[in-house]
């Protein structure tokens, strides 16, 4: 038997590669994919109130699909996700609803209800096995189809109503691992349908401590937290005691940069980073190649429907073969489940890396800080936030940015976590965060300089008010960490809803 199941993997392992060489991703094959796309969703819509309302009858092509049907945002979409939780039938697509994908933002509110037919869910498979390809050919020294693999997933299902599962896509998809994998996939779903926290993780080191975990794969601030849980119940120093072969993270829903010197220090050495470009709408983004020098490229997956629309200038929709290289666009997606032409909010960018067209996640719609024209990135603002930690080394686990008026000026207000109980100098990191802003932003600097900015503003608190907060949380989906407020008041609202705790 263990001759038969080496040679399977084996054969397995070869196809996974030759998959992956026959993937391409050269704009022009991506193109050709778009019309069969367009072509194979249009004909499976016919019959559904979104094909009526959108008159796709009259569209006959993926150039006209760009041009002539509208970008809805969710909201435009939610009176006919409504009637599907209400029970009706053929409004968005004519098969049964699987399931329907629960959103959950930074406001840690449930905001979006994404339903899910077969055909949806089977893009999200049909993804993963898109990824397990390319990563078979960028570690060649790993079977993907026999190493363990600890993949860990929000809470599949929360409710239930007119006989549709409502959940996370994280969750979701942890039911559904391809039978491929799942026999060295853990923790079993039997463990990831537990809700008590403490129990899942005990079931899950039962599972998984005598495995000969490589592959890790899941939100870095869930990893991180099953990391220390482990640690703590075995007794251990870091991860590589455990598991010393543990080589490869795939993560997804955040980005990484702050997350891999916090990740590599529980291991015990440095991770292969690769990143998921995935939402609870579809998985958009696979990796082209891993996670290098603060950036992660992306190829498109071929399976989904695209649109893009200019962030500066015109406002008109394009397609794929009008886009321009190095040119930041809104990314707009079309899915199986009948979210047709549905506006993402990201910005992304593009460029050819030979005949291969592969982006990167710039940021999202109306993010970063704007107190005075100065402009700041989310990039910039992640840069001086660890550039900080660096430069006074300190153990900062989180931060949110906020305006504060100090002085009749306004200022960047910078709320830094760290350990309870941990020295630090106020005076110093308000200093250097300051100095680094400038540093990385000119506008900031000249606004600084001729005073229409006040000087930084730091506030510490525990980090341990920051861990009840993503306790309470953390059966939520893509539960992301909001880090950046536009005005005083969301600030301070946020921090009566969620963080009771002393600012010093």
């Excluded at 390809?133 to 993907?144: H, Q």
Aim: proline share 4%; aromatic share 12%; hydrophobic share 35%.
């Amino acid at each position: 038997m263990f001759a038969v199941d080496s040679v399977v993997h084996g054969l397995g392992q070869k196809y996974l590669k030759t998959y992956s060489q026959y993937m391409s991703v050269s704009q022009a094959d991506l193109l050709e994919k778009q019309e069969k796309n367009f072509k194979q969703l249009k004909r499976s819509l016919n019959g559904t109130r979104i094909y009526k309302d959108l008159r796709l009858a009259h569209i006959q092509s993926y150039e006209e699909f760009v041009t002539h049907v509208p970008v809805y945002v969710y909201d435009d979409y939610a009176p006919y996700v409504d009637m599907i939780a209400a029970g009706h039938k053929n409004i968005l697509f004519k098969d049964d609803v699987e399931y329907c994908g629960l959103s959950s933002g930074t406001s840690g509110k449930d905001s979006k209800r994404i339903p899910y037919n077969e055909r949806m869910i089977r893009m999200f498979l049909k993804s993963q096995k898109r990824i397990a390809s390319k990563l078979s050919t960028l570690e060649p020294d790993i079977n993907f189809l026999k190493v363990g693999r600890l993949t860990f997933g929000s809470d599949p299902y929360l409710y239930t109503q007119n006989n549709i599962k409502f959940g996370y896509i994280s969750g979701i998809l942890s039911t559904r691992v391809p039978k491929a994998l799942a026999k060295n996939t853990f923790p079993s779903k039997e463990v990831l349908a537990i809700s008590n926290w403490d129990r899942k993780i005990d079931m899950l080191i039962e599972e998984a401590l005598k495995e000969d975990i490589q592959v890790v794969s899941g939100i870095p601030t869930y990893i991180i937290s099953i990391f220390e849980a482990i640690l703590q119940k075995t007794g251990k120093k870091n991860i590589n005691e455990i598991w010393p072969r543990l080589k490869v993270f795939v993560y997804a829903a955040t980005p990484i940069k702050q997350y891999t010197e916090r990740l590599n220090r529980l291991v015990g050495h440095e991770l292969n980073y690769y990143g998921v470009y995935a939402a609870t709408e579809a998985a958009i983004g696979l990796p082209y190649e891993k996670y290098q020098n603060g950036r992660q490229k992306y190829f498109l997956n071929p399976d989904l429907l695209y649109s893009f629309t200019p962030v500066h200038g015109d406002k008109k929709s394009l397609g794929l073969h009008e886009i321009e290289m190095g040119v930041p666009y809104y990314i707009n997606v079309g899915t199986p489940n009948g979210l047709i032409h549905y506006s993402m909010k990201d910005v992304i960018s593009f460029q050819q890396n030979n005949e291969d067209l592969v982006f990167e996640f710039v940021g999202r719609k109306s993010t970063g800080m704007n107190l005075a024209a100065e402009k700041v990135s989310d990039d910039e603002i992640l840069d001086c936030y660890l550039a900080t930690k660096n430069l006074r080394n300190v153990d900062l686990r989180h931060f949110f940015l906020s305006p504060v008026m100090n002085d009749g000026k306004a200022s960047y207000h910078w709320t830094l976590f760290v350990p309870a109980h941990a020295d630090v100098n106020v005076e110093q990191l308000a200093h250097t965060v300051d100095q680094e802003m400038q540093r990385l932003n000119g506008d900031y600097k000249d606004c600084r300089e001729v005073g229409v900015l006040g000087p930084a503003h730091v506030s510490i608190m525990s980090a341990d008010y920051l861990q009840k907060y993503f306790e309470s949380n953390r059966s939520r989906g893509q539960f992301k960490l909001k880090t950046t407020f536009e005005t005083a008041e969301e600030y301070l609202n946020f921090m009566r809803s969620h963080i009771a705790g002393e600012i010093q």
